[in-house]
């Protein structure tokens, strides 16, 4: 089924530090604990722009600066954001929940104080050490040791090397109230729904997200980061998944709603809720949904035929199309790793070939078995190396025609190939002959015929 999901995401998140809730890297500029009683986000993304409108609710245990870091995959528009939509999505669960006798439930939203400072700053950074230097120098006024961020390289590397070279910096005043950060909405190119989670694995302690998705679609759980799962009604244990009108969607985010308005096809948008629990170091996965991912890509594994001869060469042909008709990628920097493997019938891996590739692919190899027996080939391709995108596999017989036992049932084939032949031969031989002796009685009998009447 060939369609677009189109996805919006709202997500409650607890931010940076120890027992913590958190979905981006937050820095504090003292040696201060800094804790994020709630963070909130929404998320449009039409498969080629992503709107994101962000909010996160902090308090410090004294007055203290807070740098707020995200990564992104290219240049954002910022501009000013309202509270509304939350205040929307709150009021709908509430009235889709079903009729029936539920407990409160842990994904209300709750807002403090309104807090409408921000100093944003977005840079562009290449490496690690350029990006750590200008975090270090932007808030060298506040008499920061560059050590403090010495924990954070690994991840921040790790970033930049899957291509996030766009880094906002929104530098937040904190005193001991805690209170709702006004929101801010980032406008930014991608190909691919995506979240910064990773980046929150430098806290330590426990969290908890609850994110809202709106597709066009609903989302399954195969759908999903491995670590995080459906969320649900409490106590009937249903999915909270429901469809939403083109007023409803509205009422949340215009934007948003643009996103979908776009469509060629019907409108439909369902919500769907997902969350994560566990330890912040677990985080070690960002949320990435791809569009259509399966119909853009497409692998193929042949071989010139399905039963093979002991050391008789297997020619295996791998086709990987890149992008099919209708889909495109924006340029940040990804590999597709292709395998090309082979399984005998136990599972144990006999021969494998790869390669990484970034556009259309087509290759030829060449393996001789040195067993008989049934084999399995299988060819997959991995986005970067790691998440699977598409696979395909066939069979193959090799048979060992040295074996006493294959040899007899050979022969045996050949033997009554040949007797079923000739008795083939047997029976078209006798029709014919037999058809041709009717001709000849038939001729006989008219002549006898045409000589019977001239004599009278």
Not at 32 to 40: E, L, N, W
Not at 405 to 422: D, E, P
């Amino acid at each position: 089924m060939k369609k677009t999901i189109f996805i919006i995401v709202f997500i409650i998140v607890l931010a940076f530090a120890s027992l913590a809730y958190a979905d981006r890297g937050v820095f504090p500029i003292m040696d201060a604990d800094v804790y994020g009683p709630g963070q909130k986000a929404i998320i449009a993304w039409n498969g080629e722009i992503e709107r994101l409108i962000l909010s996160t609710d902090l308090y410090s245990n004294r007055e203290v600066k807070v740098l707020e870091v995200i990564p992104f995959p290219s240049k954002p528009k910022v501009e000013a954001g309202s509270f509304s939509a939350f205040e929307v999505i709150q009021n709908l669960m509430k009235e889709k929940a079903p009729r029936a006798p539920i407990e409160k439930t842990m994904l209300e939203i709750v807002f403090h104080e309104k807090i409408g400072v921000h100093d944003v700053t977005i840079v562009k950074a290449e490496n690690k050490e350029e990006l750590i230097n200008f975090m270090f120098n932007y808030i060298s006024e506040f008499n920061v040791p560059q050590s403090l961020f010495t924990r954070g390289e690994t991840v921040l590397e790790d970033y930049l090397n899957r291509g996030f070279h766009y880094w906002v910096f929104d530098l937040i005043d904190l005193n001991l109230e805690a209170r709702s950060i006004e929101p801010l909405v980032y406008e930014f190119q991608s190909s691919f729904l995506y979240y910064p989670m990773k980046i929150s694995s430098l806290a330590e302690g426990s969290t908890k997200i609850t994110l809202y998705l709106i597709t066009s679609e609903p989302i399954n759980e195969d759908d999903l980061p491995a670590k995080m799962s459906l969320a649900k009604y409490f106590p009937i244990n249903q999915p909270i998944q429901f469809q939403l009108s083109k007023e409803e969607l509205s009422r949340i985010d215009v934007g948003c709603f643009n996103l979908f308005a776009s469509l060629n096809n019907e409108f439909q948008a369902w919500l769907t809720v997902i969350k994560y629990e566990g330890e912040l170091n677990n985080l070690d996965f960002d949320l990435e949904i791809f569009k259509s991912q399966l119909q853009c890509r497409l692998i193929k594994v042949a071989v010139d035929k399905n039963q093979y001869k002991l050391r008789e060469t297997v020619n295996i042909t791998v086709n990987f199309t890149h992008l099919t008709p209708g889909c495109f990628e924006i340029q940040v920097l990804h590999f597709h790793l292709i395998n090309l493997e082979v399984y005998d019938s136990a599972g144990k891996l006999i021969q494998s070939w790869s390669w990484k590739v970034n556009e259309d692919f087509y290759k030829v190899v060449f393996w001789k078995p040195d067993k008989s027996g049934n084999y399995t080939i299988k060819a997959a391709s991995f986005w970067n190396g790691e998440k699977l995108e598409v696979e395909d596999q066939l069979n193959i017989t090799v048979l060992d025609l040295s074996e006493p036992g294959l040899k007899l049932q050979m022969n045996l084939y050949a033997g009554i190939t040949f007797i079923v032949g000739m008795l083939i031969g047997f029976g078209v031989a006798y029709l014919f002959f037999k058809r041709k002796k009717k001709e000849e009685t038939k001729k006989l009998n008219k002549a006898f015929n045409a000589i019977l009447t001239f004599s009278l």
